[in-house]
């Protein structure tokens, strides 16, 4: 498998008013896709070693970037009002396989709410964020591909 660069990964977020925007290229750092099961412990009396199983899925996605203000597709702009009113937001996240994401390439998706949303303050420096978001249905996020 060829190793694919992080510099060709568009994230998409819809805003508080349902509409899909595009974050700016470069103002967003890392997306953590965080795909985990709840375990849950079934050990026997008999057995000799704990044993386990998957339950639920858990998706947390964290989201790291610049704040940016501009109008419509700025991080802020975005993500403050979404965390501010408990909105529901759809995630898209395409990866693109060494150049710009285009039609068969993965994608990720799913419908979130953001959990926390911490700007970052240093002196001299930009102003970065860190957003958590957790899946807002109970159906899981996927990967398909862009189409």
Do not use: C
């Amino acid at each position: 498998m060829t190793a694919l660069a992080g510099d060709h990964i568009v994230v998409k977020m819809t805003d508080n008013g349902s509409t899909e925007r595009t974050f700016d290229t470069g103002d967003i750092s890392s997306v953590n896709l965080g795909l985990t099961f709840k375990q849950h412990e079934v050990t026997g009396f008999g057995d000799e070693a704990q044993k386990f199983i998957n339950g639920q899925m858990q998706s947390p996605v964290t989201v790291k970037g610049y704040l940016t203000t501009t109008a419509s597709v700025g991080t802020h702009t975005v993500i403050a009002p979404l965390f501010a009113q408990g909105a529901q937001t759809t995630l898209t996240v395409q990866v693109g396989q060494n150049a710009t994401p285009t039609s068969g390439d993965p994608q990720y998706s799913g419908d979130f709410i953001v959990e926390s949303y911490k700007p970052t303050l240093e002196n001299g420096s930009a102003i970065m964020f860190e957003a958590v978001l957790k899946p807002a249905t109970g159906t899981a996020p996927t990967w398909a591909t862009v189409s």
